[in-house]
């Protein structure tokens, strides 16, 4: 079994070096980490590199050719991924000890999984606990969760973009790669959702109700939209996407009668 994180990087100088080493520092070791940086102008490849000579052997570090902004950047790193699992990791935040071997515990113990995805506890610049969950941000209720464990209801909520899934906490089984890359994101789509959705439509979409990263919330903090694609129908083509467009046009239906 092989373990990969696809690590993407831009100016991470800040916060780099404590992400780094929590995943050094995990109870159940990686296999290796793909970097792929786009293009910083601070420090962040320097650190990387000192990390590669004091680990030698884990780190595979692309600089890209060209900006690719945070999606796409996820995109070529999960791609050049080797591992059975793969893990994806942003730049700033800080992974409990155990978290690799408490997913790839849960893969184990559910072999229909494709992903999975976790809580995180929220942080502020300094590390300082905000007493706020991911879900709680996103409002992954109980009450939801409990609908999510059927995929059907999940992928109709992904559908529409309602999504709960944070990349930051996500592993996924290298099998999915064929289904997600390369990424045709709809407009105003993240990866993340884009990978739950998949996983999803094969009945393979799981949660951990955990808390097992530390979320840090920061003034440069990357938030942002990109260039969207429309959406291919192709792509997710099954009942759950013919069954969801008729919902959507029942639902325009009934509001055209309103109005």
Same mark, same amino acid.
């Given at each position: 079994m092989m373990i990969s994180v696809a690590l993407c990087t831009y100016n991470g100088e800040a916060f780099l070096i404590e992400q780094l080493q929590s995943i050094f520092d995990q109870t159940m070791k990686v296999d290796e980490i793909v970097v792929c940086d786009d293009r910083s102008s601070d420090n962040t490849v320097n650190i990387i590199k000192e990390f590669d000579l004091k680990y030698p052997g884990i780190i595979q570090l692309y600089i890209n050719e060209k900006t690719l902004g945070s999606k796409y950047?996820?995109?070529? $790193?999960?791609?050049?991924?080797?591992? *059975?699992?793969?893990?994806?990791? *942003?730049?700033? *935040?800080?992974?409990?000890?155990?978290?690799?071997?408490?997913?790839?515990?849960?893969?184990?113990?559910?072999?229909? $999984?494709q992903l999975f995805f976790t809580n995180g506890e929220l942080i502020d610049e300094k590390g300082n606990d905000l007493n706020v969950t991911l879900w709680d941000k996103w409002g992954f209720t109980f009450a939801l969760r409990e609908q999510w464990r059927n995929n059907e209801y999940a992928y109709n909520d992904l559908f529409i973009n309602n999504n709960k899934v944070t990349g930051a906490t996500v592993a996924l089984k290298k099998e999915l790669k064929k289904d997600i890359l390369p990424f045709q994101l709809p407009e105003g789509y993240w990866h993340d959702a884009w990978m739950a959705l998949h996983a999803a439509k094969k009945d393979g979409l799981y949660f951990i109700e955990e808390l097992l990263i530390?979320?840090?919330?920061?003034?440069?903090?990357?938030?942002?939209?990109?260039?969207g694609k429309i959406f291919n129908a192709n792509n997710v083509n099954n009942t759950f996407y013919n069954r969801q467009?008729?919902?959507?046009?029942?639902?325009?239906?009934?509001f055209k009668r309103f109005k």
């Open positions: 950047n996820f995109e070529k $790193a999960i791609s050049l991924t080797k591992g *059975d699992y793969i893990f994806l990791s *942003d730049q700033d *935040d800080i992974w409990l000890l155990y978290k690799v071997e408490r997913m790839i515990e849960q893969f184990s113990f559910n072999r229909n $999984a530390k979320y840090r919330i920061h003034p440069g903090q990357l938030v942002g939209v990109g260039n467009k008729r919902r959507v046009l029942n639902l325009i239906n009934k």
